[in-house]
């Protein structure tokens, strides 16, 4: 793409979650699937398992494995992807906290890592 001086690009700046940028419902709910499924491949990758011997590991058929490893997440909860990753030798805690103050919708939902 060639842009000639005189042209602009608007840029918007991100709020750090895609899904609310597009103005998808449920941002959090997806953008927390992500990052869930994203630690999932990683410590996959990290174990060199191939789809075959994670589905073994996860108890899923090779085509799950699949979709997950493409992100294709609408046939995973978020409570089964922490199964994966309990299956997967890692503990995860739920942190329940009030809302920061200056938002002025309702609370939500946010994975981290350690």
Known sequence: MNIKD???LEMTPSSGNVFADLQIPEADKYLAKVKLAFQINTIL????????????????DQPKV????CGRLDDFSIERLIGFLNKLDRDVEIIVKQKETHR?????????FA
Request: charged share 30%; glycine share 10%.
């Open 6 to 8: 005189d042209e602009k």
């Open 45 to 60: 990758q990290q174990k060199g398992l191939k789809q075959k011997a994670a589905a073994k590991v996860l108890k899923i």
């Open 66 to 69: 699949s979709a997950l490893n």
């Open 104 to 112: 002025k919708t309702h609370g939500h939902l946010s994975v981290g």
